[in-house]
Each structure stands twice: as structure tokens, then as C-alpha cells.
């Protein structure tokens, strides 16, 4: 029996999903003539794009290290994430060109189409709800900014849905300029979209330090270990929500090598149990009023 990861079912149902509604979306919207509806469609076929950002993202950033990446493939992820960002920017420029046009050229929908584009744009909410839900979960299980940015993606595409059921409404009342600005509201809701994805992701790709709760409490668990007698030059940087990075802690002059180097793991081993901390390097020295800043104040 075929077993398949948490990502790789996200990213099937993502490329399922999205490839029946952009079907659906942009033949009953170039059939009509609704920009709203046919706005949302692209943004379902960026969605197919960042559907395929998601899976490669997940799939290199769990490469294990190697020679070209000590460190591991983690903020690959975090790469694609910004790519999906950009996306939604280039699709957004797009769409309020031709909404510009629309409101120029005061084009009103054909009323005889317009429960085409309701059925499009219900079957749009509820399938974009669900996916969001969905994604959320999954992404959130598993600690992926990928699939979490995907999800943000589909709950934006759900409102835009909404937004083309107000589109139909004004057309039927011959409100012929509501079409174009309901599609430039969908472009506000995908550009926000795009800020809130690259606001968490840059941050991290440009190694974020830790807020001082946490260094406080990396503080405190070390000094909780009997044989350490202070911690300085704590230098931690946010990944994936996780923190990582090196800190020296001071020992006794007079232990020996093999001893310093059990309270060393220790720490480490303990740091590591709170679920926060991954690969940590502690630096030892003996604790004389040389290294101490205690005893250098």
C-alpha cells in the first residue's frame, strides 16, 4: 500500500482543486464577460503555480545536509514561499488593468448569464473554504510556511468569491461599474495576501534573531544545570519557527575535558526538550574573571 506525506496530500489536493475551477471559472467568465469572475480565475491558475512552489519547496527543503548545505535545505521553503508572494503581485498588475478598462469603457454584464457565474462563484467558496481549512492543518501539523502561505492564498480566494457574487447583483441592477471595482477590491485581497506571506518569510531568510523571551528562557534553562556558572554571547536566529544558533557557557577551570563536555550535551539535551530549540552549539570556557562577563564588570 502506498503511503503518501502530509505535504504531498496538500499539494495533490492543491493541483486537484485548482485545475477544476480554473476550468470552471474562466469559461463560464469569458463566456459572460465578468473581469471579477475572470480575475478570480487567474488567480486560481497562480494558484496552480504556487500549488507546484508548495510541493517543490516542501520536497527540497527536506533534503538532509550535505557538502553545498551544512546547515540542511530548511529555508528553501522559505524561498518558495516568497515565490508565491511575487505571484500574486505579477497576477494582481493584471487584472486591474483590464478593470481599468472595463470601468473606461462602462461594460455591463449580459443579464441572461449571470446564475452561470453564481454557481461558478458559490462552487469557488465552497472549495476554497474547504482547501484553506484544510491546508491550514496540515501546514500547521508539520510546520511548513509553504503550505501555511497556500493556505492564506485559498482563504483569500474565498472572499474573492463573494466579491463576484456582488458583481452579478449590481449587473442585474445594471450597475455597470460594480464588475470592474469588485475585481480591484479581489486584486486588494490579493495583494495583502502577498504582504502578509513575504512579511513572515523574509524576516526568517534574512536570519531574524530570537525575541528576548527566548533568549531568556535558553538563559535559564542552562543556569538551571548545577555546573553551569554563567551563559553569554547567546546568538540565535529564527527558522521555520524554530531557533537555532550558539551560545558559550562557563564551567569550572578544573574539570576535566570529558566532564565539561557531559554538562555540555546536557544543556543541550535539555534546551532541546522544550520543543523550540534545534541544533545548538555551545562553546565551553572555564569560568575565570578573564571570561566571565561577571568578572569583568
Excluded at 489536493?13 to 475572470?38: M, R
Aim: negative net charge; glycine residues 6%.
Amino acid at each position: 500500500m502506498v503511503s503518501f506525506s502530509s505535504a504531498t496530500i496538500a499539494n495533490i489536493l492543491s493541483v486537484g482543486v485548482n485545475s477544476l475551477l480554473v476550468a470552471l471559472k474562466l469559461i463560464i467568465g469569458f463566456f459572460t464577460g465578468s473581469i471579477s469572475l475572470i480575475a478570480d480565475g487567474f488567480d486560481s491558475i497562480l494558484d496552480l503555480i504556487t500549488a507546484a512552489f508548495a510541493g517543490v519547496g516542501e520536497k527540497v527543503s527536506k533534503k538532509p545536509a550535505d557538502s553545498s548545505h551544512p546547515f540542511g535545505h530548511h529555508k528553501f521553503q522559505l524561498v518558495f514561499s516568497i515565490a508565491i508572494a511575487l505571484t500574486l503581485f505579477i497576477s494582481s498588475y493584471f487584472i486591474a488593468s483590464e478593470s481599468i478598462e472595463r470601468l473606461v469603457n462602462h461594460t455591463l454584464l449580459p443579464v441572461d448569464y449571470l446564475y452561470l457565474i453564481i454557481i461558478a462563484a458559490v462552487i469557488s467558496f465552497v472549495g476554497k473554504t474547504a482547501m484553506s481549512i484544510s491546508l491550514f492543518k496540515i501546514g500547521k501539523k508539520i510546520n511548513s510556511v509553504v503550505i501555511i502561505a497556500n493556505a492564506k492564498n485559498y482563504r483569500t480566494d474565498a472572499f474573492s468569491s463573494i466579491f463576484v457574487l456582488i458583481a452579478v447583483v449590481g449587473s442585474y441592477f445594471n450597475v455597470w461599474w460594480l464588475d470592474p471595482i469588485c475585481a480591484f477590491i479581489i486584486v486588494g485581497l490579493i495583494i495583502f495576501t502577498g504582504f502578509e506571506i513575504a512579511k513572515v518569510s523574509i524576516p526568517d531568510l534574512l536570519d531574524r534573531g530570537a525575541p528576548q523571551e527566548v533568549l531568556d528562557k535558553l538563559t535559564e534553562i542552562a543556569l538551571s544545570h548545577p555546573d553551569v556558572k554563567e551563559v553569554h554571547i547567546v546568538r540565535l536566529r529564527t527558522i521555520l519557527g524554530y531557533y537555532t544558533g550558539d551560545f558559550h557557557i562557563l564551567v569550572d577551570p578544573q574539570m576535566t575535558i570529558f566532564e565539561a563536555h557531559e554538562v555540555s550535551e546536557k544543556v543541550k539535551q535539555n534546551l532541546e526538550n522544550e520543543g523550540i530549540f534545534r541544533e545548538l552549539i555551545i562553546h565551553l570556557e572555564p569560568f575565570t574573571p578573564e571570561e566571565s562577563l561577571e568578572g569583568k564588570s
